[in-house]
């Protein structure tokens, strides 16, 4: 089983190392790795370039955004499973891709998603994000999967689409609404720590960029049949208060 890992990079010369080596260090030997960078400025591309013989498709040139960038990555892709890991991103273990291809062949799921930990620039974990099973209605009590753990069988793409441009920084809870919940694609939690992400992100960056993504979020329920969205859009951050306990 093919797995295509996808990493988006803009100006990421402290980080891409550390990703691109837990990419290539895992212990899984059937990985498709694909880096799609927007034009990089900071010598991010100079480093990248040192693991070529690692990276099956790399491109660098302007795009839209991280959304346009990862859909460009899916569009190359051709692993059977395909996921995200961006670049201030990098798997916790070097078991991570052979944990998710077992889930895969175990389960038949269409998605697996598992745990993330956020971390500062030092490397300490501030935050720790434990999953749990999807049911049928999770969703509407304010429940996603933790979209850097988030991969899938990419027909799913084809068959229901790709990243949505529309939903800004809430473009990933809108595709993962749209796969589990709405169409009802099946899912395996998978039960460890798969991601350490460096904290930073647009969306939580200030008050106004949060209002922003709770504006998206809610779009992105009423148009994948979320039951009562408003309240749906209140739990969710509600619900990331125990992340931190």
């Not at 990079?9 to 790795?33: F, H, L, M, P």
């Not at 200030?206 to 979320?226: H, Q, S, Y």
Request: proline share 2%; charged share 20%; aromatic share 12%.
């Amino acid at each position: 089983m093919k797995i295509s890992v996808i990493t988006i990079v803009y100006n990421a010369k402290d980080t891409i190392k550390r990703c691109i080596e837990s990419v290539i260090g895992q212990d899984y030997d059937n990985i498709e790795y694909i880096i799609i960078d927007g034009g990089s400025t900071d010598g991010s591309l100079q480093i990248i370039n040192q693991y070529k013989s690692h990276i099956k498709v790399l491109v660098s040139e302007p795009d839209r955004g991280i959304y346009d960038a990862m859909n460009k990555g899916i569009r190359l892709a051709t692993g059977e499973i395909a996921g995200m890991l961006n670049a201030d991103d990098f798997f916790a273990d070097q078991h991570v891709m052979s944990a998710v291809a077992s889930a895969f062949l175990s389960s038949n799921a269409g998605v697996v998603y598992g745990n993330l930990d956020y971390i500062n620039s030092a490397g300490k974990i501030i935050r720790r994000w434990k999953s749990h099973n999807c049911g049928k209605n999770s969703f509407n009590r304010g429940f996603m999967p933790p979209h850097p753990t988030f991969y899938c069988k990419r027909a799913l793409f084809e068959k229901y689409g790709f990243y949505s441009l529309e939903y800004g920084s809430a473009a990933d809870y809108e595709l993962m609404a749209r796969f589990v919940h709405k169409w009802q694609v099946s899912s395996f939690y998978l039960n460890m720590i798969m991601v350490k992400m460096q904290v930073g992100g647009v969306s939580n960056a200030n008050l106004i960029n949060r209002v922003k993504a709770w504006t998206f979020d809610l779009k992105a329920m009423r148009e994948n049949d979320v039951f009562l969205p408003v309240l749906a859009v209140v739990l969710k951050p509600i619900r990331k208060i125990f992340q931190f306990l």
